[in-house]
């Protein structure tokens, strides 16, 4: 069984920092792409960012509201995932979900975490 | 990338069908057939229900289907149940690495 579980969300002050991290099982992990999506507070799903497999050299791609702030990187050792969160502001108060592409088509998310809250307030 | 169009509510009784759109341009939904749907009950993770417009994943029931028409995807439900009640999201890819999500539709079941 697949699974996602996500953690290390919380209240941050605006301009700090966060790491969340997600911990993958039930699949080969080092096979997949993995992204992280956020969904604000009874707001809609927003794709923050993806990195690929070590076939594709890690690369990572992100959305333009986050980029420069927000690294993500993988240890397939360790079957994790991590989303490294600088200049926080309050609009990135949201759940992130750390999500599954599928091995045969990148552009489809088939699995998802549970979400991790952080709230990015003063 | 702009989002997918959604109607921001649907509703229908026990029993009943609905469908709900999802309006794209000719950059993404006209052009690829790679539009997927999620479910979502309140405080859950999104569940994928059909994905390449018209696939249910196994376990998926046959109640929900999917087809496409030009730039325009829709997500049917037939024999609606309480169980139904939850929010669906699009998302089509684009021609980038990931798809782009919809706004999101919520299906009150009366």
């Known amino acids: 069984e697949v699974q996602l579980v996500e953690s290390g969300g919380g209240l941050v002050q605006p301009g700090g920092s966060l790491r969340l991290s997600c911990a993958a099982s039930?699949?080969?992990?080092?096979?997949?792409?993995m992204d992280w999506v956020r969904q604000a507070p009874g707001k809609g799903l927003e794709w923050v960012g993806r990195t690929r497999n070590k076939a594709n050299s890690y690369t990572t791609e992100y959305a333009a509201s986050v980029k420069g702030r927000f690294t993500i990187s993988r240890d397939d050792s360790k079957n994790s995932l991590y989303l490294q969160m600088n200049s926080l502001k309050t609009e990135d108060t949201a759940v992130y979900y750390c999500a599954r592409a599928s091995y045969y088509d990148s552009s489809l998310i088939d699995y998802w975490g549970q979400g991790t809250l952080v709230t990015v307030s003063s | 990338q702009s989002a997918l169009t959604q109607p921001a509510s649907v509703s229908g009784s026990p029993g009943q069908s609905i469908t709900i759109s999802c309006t794209g341009t000719?950059?993404?939904?006209?052009?690829?057939?790679?539009v997927s749907w999620y479910q979502q009950h309140p405080g859950k993770a999104p569940k994928l229900m059909i994905y390449e417009v018209s696939k249910r994943p196994s376990g998926v029931s046959n109640r929900f289907s999917g087809s496409k028409s030009g730039n325009t995807a829709s997500l049917t439900i037939s024999g609606l149940q309480a169980e139904d009640e939850a929010d669906y999201y699009c998302c089509s890819y684009a021609g980038s690495s990931t798809c782009v999500f919809g706004g999101g539709t919520k299906l009150t079941v009366l």
């Open positions: 000719s950059s993404d939904v006209g052009s690829y057939n790679l």
């Open positions: 039930g699949f080969t992990f080092s096979d997949h792409y």
